[in-house]
């Protein structure tokens, strides 16, 4: 659909995700693994929680809106299963994959395998905006996986007899393409690809080889295999979301120097990127980077930088005021035709998140709403300030 981003804002705003799951949502994915519920009747506690996510976020004035997630298991394995525990596995996958990420709390989340080809998604995003158009007349971002995330299923050395690494790394891409096709074709107005991976790919830990490979390069590489198979006019509604993670409270990468990542990033030719600063040690270096890394010509378009003033595993809500003050710090370095504002990570990534610092995740979820709704307004106060319309 037809989306003019500064139309209601001024400075473009925009969520990256995920919205908390209800308590009672939580529970149905575990009682659907246990086998005492339905797949009907897990449906029916995903359309009562994507209904109140709605609702919820027209109310705080978002120009651009999400279903919250809150009918898949999580941002990165929605084409692959039904819950984070693995029912319904897509043909050709085993659980005991790679680690995806070893969060500084110690927990991690772990990837199923790929096993033999071909490889195919069980499910496509735009089966979720075809959903959510019905229940709103806002425009609607939809997030998807980088095929970067969907190469951590292969083994890391060696191919698969019957089933080499280049055939999947075309798989991939195709299937990501197909992936972000069809969220357009459902009325996507924008669509963003989550790199998390990113920021952890440099992260060199032995505890999870695949970090000790140096993948970063080659993961630009393959997504940009990707967003190449789109017009110019098309990656203006393309972006990237790149965080340290956001899990149980907890972040996976967030000691990794952000140059690291970000001297690569832009590198990409996507329109516009939804990048975590809110939380950053060092805003003003990480916007100084920014500022000089945005290209003004990325294969016909001109990127744009969506920068985080919002920090998700906190429960405390910024204020319209620190919003706006993080927005005119940005401005120093990055052009404000080219700024944007955004979460630091979506609230909620995984299905099934009790977020410890707040207590509840239904607690947490109000926090949430909070967050969007005073970002949307020091948003307004800081494109008054700048002079952006």
């Avoid at 929680?49 to 279903?67: H, N, Y």
């Avoid at 410890?356 to 008054?384: C, L, W």
């Amino acid at each position: 659909m037809d989306f003019n981003p500064r139309a209601a804002t001024g400075i473009p705003t925009e969520p990256v995700g995920s919205i908390p799951r209800p308590l009672k949502l939580q529970q149905a994915f575990s009682a659907y693994d246990a086998k005492k519920i339905t797949k009907a009747q897990l449906e029916e506690e995903q359309d009562a929680a994507v209904a109140d996510t709605i609702k919820r976020f027209e109310a705080t004035g978002s120009p651009i809106i999400t279903d919250g997630e809150q009918r898949v298991s999580s941002f990165a394995t929605y084409p692959l299963a039904d819950t984070l525990s693995g029912t319904g596995l897509a043909p050709n996958l085993a659980p005991g994959g790679q680690y995806f990420a070893i969060f500084a709390d110690g927990h991690n989340r772990q990837l199923p395998k790929i096993t033999g080809g071909p490889f195919h998604y069980n499910f496509y995003a735009g089966d979720l905006v075809k959903k959510a158009v019905k229940m709103t007349d806002k425009p609607l971002h939809q997030a998807v996986i980088a095929p970067s995330m969907m190469y951590l299923l292969y083994q890391l050395d060696g191919d698969i007899p019957g089933y080499p690494r280049k055939q999947f790394e075309d798989d991939i891409v195709n299937e990501c393409e197909k992936d972000i096709r069809s969220c357009f074709a459902a009325g996507a107005a924008h669509v963003v690809m989550d790199f998390t991976e990113g920021r952890l790919a440099p992260r060199n830990d032995p505890r999870n080889p695949w970090t000790t490979r140096k993948l970063l390069p080659f993961f630009i590489e393959l997504d940009n295999r990707v967003l190449d198979r789109f017009s110019a006019q098309e990656r203006k509604n393309i972006g990237v979301h790149v965080c340290p993670g956001g899990d149980v409270d907890s972040v996976h990468s967030a000691d990794v120097p952000y140059w690291e990542l970000l001297k690569h990033l832009f590198k990409l030719n996507a329109g516009y990127f939804q990048l975590q600063l809110a939380s950053e040690r060092d805003r003003e270096s990480a916007y100084e980077l920014v500022g000089k890394h945005l290209r003004e010509d990325a294969n016909g378009v001109s990127q744009m930088a969506y920068v985080g003033v919002i920090v998700t595993q906190s429960p405390r809500p910024e204020s319209a005021q620190e919003v706006c003050d993080q927005l005119v710090a940005a401005a120093k370095y990055i052009d404000k035709q080219l700024l944007g504002s955004t979460d630091d990570c979506g609230f909620s990534p995984f299905s099934i998140d009790m977020k410890p610092n707040h207590g509840t995740p239904d607690y947490a979820r109000d926090v949430a709403f909070q967050k969007i709704s005073n970002r949307v307004a020091g948003t307004k106060m800081a494109a008054e300030r700048l002079g952006v319309h």
